[in-house]
C-alpha cells in the first residue's frame, strides 16, 4: 500500500481480512431467515448484527485451538513434545508481554527471560499473542540454525518487513542467495591499506583524549568509539570519510565550562548523518520489540522516514559518483574476474559497482555493512575499555604484552596482532560477557540480544535432557537464540562464567569447554551466516586497543562525569548474577550500548625519545 503509513496500512489490511467474512457470514443469516429456514422464526436485525460480530472471534478461537490441537498431534506423531510454554494470567501472555516492556525500561540485559530460561531447561515457548516464540540458548539447536541445517530457516516476511525501511534487501534482511552477500569477496584477505585507515582515524582519537585529559574533564569514551568506526566504516566503504571525529565531541554534564559550538558545516553534516543513522536503528529495534503488531505504534507516520531521509542524503550522491565513475572506467579482463578480484586500497562502494548498478542494491548492501563495521565495532571497544578500568591488573598485563611486542611507538602490523595472544583473549573475554553482533535485533521485548530466525518445515530439536523426547518447532515459527545468555551459562563456561578473565582463552578452560563444543562461543555467528567482516573487525580493534597501551598507562571511570540516567537502577544490587556490580547501565537495540555513554580519564604515557 503505497504512500500509506505502516499503521493505515496494517489497519486497512486487517479490516478488510476481517470485516468481509463478517459481512459474509451476517448476509447469509439475513438470507436464510428471510426464507423462513429457521423454522418460520426472522430473525431480529439486532440478533443478525451480534451474529456478525461473533463470527470472527468464534472463528479465532476456534483456529487457535485447532492450532494447538494439531501441534500436539504432530508432536505425537513425530515421538516429540512442545516445548514449554509460558503462560501467562491474561489472554493471550498480555500480561508477560507487559512485563518484558516495562523490563526493558528498567531491567538489565536478560531480565524477563532468564527467569524462565537456563541451565536447567533452555527452551521456551513465549507464546505471545497467540504466536509462537520459541527461544533457545543451547548449543546445539543454535547449531542447527546456523549450520546442520541451514537451508530450513530464514528471517522470514516478518522481520523483513519490519525492518525493510532501514536494511532493506541487504545482507542482514536477506534469504536465498542474497544472504550470500556481494560482499563477500571483499573480506577474503587483509589488506595494507586497512592499517593505513585505522592508524590516520586512531591517530585523532588519541589526540582528543589528550588534549580533553588535559582539560581535566571526562571524555564519553563510547561517542568516541562511534566516531572512530563511523569514519573508519565510510571511508573504508565508500572512499569518503564523514569526519565525525573532527565535530566536536560532548563534555560531562557537570562541565563547568564548555567551548562555544564551532563545527563547520561539515562537522554538523557529520554529527546529522550520525543521530540520523542511530534514529534509524532504534525504530527498527523497537518495532520487533512489539511483535506483529508493531505497526499500529507507527499509525501517523513512518517513524524511519525522516531519519533515512538524512542518511539517504548522505550516502546517494556518493553511490551515484562511483556508479557513473565505473560505467566510464575502461573494462579489463572478464567479468567474472572483475567480481572476484580486489584491488589494494580500492573501496566496498567501488568493488559493488562491477557487480550491480542499482543504486538501491548498493545502498542497501553498504548500509547493513556499516551497521556491522560500526556499531558493533564501537560496542565491543567500548566495553573491552570498561572491563579494562573495572580489572587494572588485566590492563597492566595487556600493555605489557604490547609493550614487549610492538613496543612504545611502532605501528602494529598483521603478525603482531597474529601473535598477540592475551590481546585476543582480552576481547574474546569481553565477547563472553555481552553479544555486540545483534543485528537481529529483540523480540516482543525482551531486553536481551536476540537472534531472529523461522523455519521453513516443521521439524525437531534433540531435547538438551537426554532422557526426554525431542522437541517439535511446527513450520514457520520463529525461533531466536540468545547469544548473550549462553555465553553466561555456568553448565557451559564453569562457574566463573560471568567473570571477565581472559586467561579462559589460554588456560586448561579453553579445553575443557569450548574446543570440545564450538557453538558456544558465537561473537562472530557461525556457519554460512557467519560475520563476512570478522578478521577486520578483529584487526581494527587489536590496531586501536595497542595503540591505547602504547600511549596510555591507565584508565579509570568517572562515574560523577556521567548524566543521572547512565547509572544503573539501585535495585540491580539486590539481583544475582553481574548486573550486581556493573557500574554502567548496558542497553542493547540492534547492538549493545551503555545508556548516556561511558566515562573515563586516561593517563597518558610519557614520552619517549
Not at 496494517?10 to 423454522?39: E, M, N, Y
Not at 540458548?137 to 522481520?159: C, Q, S
Not at 532422557?467 to 553466561?488: D, E, L, W
Amino acid at each position: 500500500m503505497v504512500g500509506l503509513t505502516p499503521g493505515v496500512a496494517f489497519i486497512l489490511r486487517h479490516i478488510c481480512r476481517l470485516a468481509i467474512p463478517s459481512v459474509a457470514f451476517g448476509s447469509a443469516l439475513k438470507v436464510l431467515s428471510d426464507r423462513g429456514l429457521f423454522g418460520g422464526y426472522t430473525l431480529p436485525t439486532w440478533l443478525t448484527v451480534l451474529g456478525s460480530l461473533s463470527f470472527l472471534p468464534i472463528i479465532a478461537a476456534g483456529r487457535i485451538m485447532y492450532k494447538s490441537f494439531d501441534d500436539r498431534r504432530q508432536a505425537a506423531r513425530l515421538g516429540a513434545r512442545l516445548a514449554r510454554r509460558i503462560d501467562g494470567k491474561y489472554i493471550g501472555n498480555v500480561d508477560v508481554l507487559s512485563t518484558m516492556r516495562r523490563l526493558w525500561d528498567t531491567g538489565y540485559i536478560g531480565d524477563g527471560l532468564i527467569d524462565h530460561i537456563g541451565e536447567g531447561d533452555p527452551v521456551i515457548n513465549l507464546r505471545i499473542l497467540w504466536s509462537n516464540t520459541i527461544v533457545t540458548v543451547w548449543p546445539e539447536h543454535i547449531k542447527m540454525i546456523l549450520a546442520t541445517d541451514f537451508p530450513n530457516y530464514e528471517k522470514g516476511k516478518r522481520f523483513q518487513y519490519s525492518m525493510s525501511s532501514v536494511l532493506g534487501s541487504g545482507v542482514f534482511n536477506s534469504d536465498g542467495d542474497m544472504w550470500k552477500s556481494m560482499t563477500r569477496p571483499f573480506f577474503t584477505r587483509d589488506r595494507i591499506s586497512d592499517f593505513d585507515l585505522f592508524d590516520r582515524h586512531a591517530t585523532t582519537v588519541s589526540a582528543l583524549i589528550k588534549e580533553r585529559m588535559r582539560s581535566g574533564y571526562a571524555i564519553d569514551f563510547q561517542d568516541l568509539m562511534s566516531r572512530f568506526t563511523l569514519d573508519s566504516a565510510t571511508e573504508f566503504l565508500f572512499g569518503h570519510c564523514v569526519h565525525s571525529l573532527t565535530a566536536g565531541i560532548p563534555y560531562p554534564h557537570n562541565a563547568i565550562y564548555v567551548p562555544s559550538d564551532s563545527a563547520t558545516s561539515q562537522a554538523k553534516l557529520a554529527n546529522e548523518f550520525a543521530t540520523a543513522f542511530a534514529q534509524a536503528q532504534e525504530v527498527i529495534s523497537s518495532r520487533e520489540r512489539y511483535g506483529w503488531i508493531w505497526p499500529l505504534t507507527e499509525i501517523f507516520a513512518d517513524k524511519t522516514k525522516q531519519p533515512m531521509k538524512i542518511v539517504r542524503a548522505y550516502l546517494d550522491p556518493i553511490i551515484q559518483e562511483a556508479i557513473v565513475k565505473n560505467a566510464a572506467a575502461p573494462k579489463t579482463g572478464s567479468e567474472e574476474k572483475s567480481e572476484s578480484h580486489v584491488e589494494e586500497g580500492e573501496t566496498l562502494i567501488d568493488h559493488l559497482v562491477r557487480i550491480s548498478s542499482d543504486p538501491v542494491v548498493l545502498r542497501d548492501e553498504t548500509l547493513n555493512i556499516m551497521i556491522a563495521g560500526r556499531d558493533t565495532t564501537a560496542a565491543t571497544l567500548t566495553f573491552v575499555i570498561y572491563l579494562l578500568a573495572m580489572h587494572p591488573v588485566v590492563h597492566a598485563r595487556l600493555r605489557e604484552e604490547v609493550l614487549a611486542k610492538v613496543g612504545p611507538t611502532r605501528r602494529p602490523d598483521y603478525d603482531d596482532i597474529r601473535d598477540m595472544k592475551y590481546l585476543r583473549a582480552v576481547i574474546n573475554a569481553r565477547s563472553t560477557l555481552g553479544d555486540s553482533n545483534n543485528v537481529d535485533s529483540d523480540v516482543f521485548g525482551i531486553n536481551v540480544n536476540i537472534h531472529n530466525s523461522e523455519n521453513i518445515h516443521a521439524t525437531t530439536w534433540p531435547s538438551p535432557d537426554p532422557t526426554q523426547k525431542p522437541i517439535y518447532i511446527p513450520a514457520g515459527t520463529k525461533v531466536p537464540y540468545s547469544v548473550f545468555i549462553m555465553h553466561r551459562r555456568k553448565d557451559l563456561w564453569g562457574p566463573d562464567a560471568e567473570e571477565f578473565d581472559p586467561d579462559r582463552f589460554l588456560d586448561e578452560r579453553l579445553k575443557k569447554y569450548l574446543i570440545k563444543n564450538s557453538f558456544i562461543f558465537l561473537p562472530f555467528n557461525a556457519g554460512p551466516r557467519i560475520c563476512l567482516g570478522q578478521q577486520f573487525a578483529y584487526n581494527e580493534m587489536s590496531f586501536i586497543l595497542i595503540r591505547f597501551m602504547q600511549q596510555f598507562t591507565g584508565v579509570t571511570l568517572d562515574e560523577a562525569a556521567a548524566p543521572p540516567h547512565a547509572k544503573p537502577p539501585a535495585h540491580w544490587a539486590d539481583g544475582v548474577g553481574r548486573k550486581t556490580i556493573e557500574r554502567v547501565y548496558p542497553k542493547s537495540h540492534l547492538t549493545m550500548y551503555a545508556q548516556g555513554g561511558l566515562w573515563v580519564k586516561m593517563t597518558e604515557a610519557e614520552p619517549y625519545a
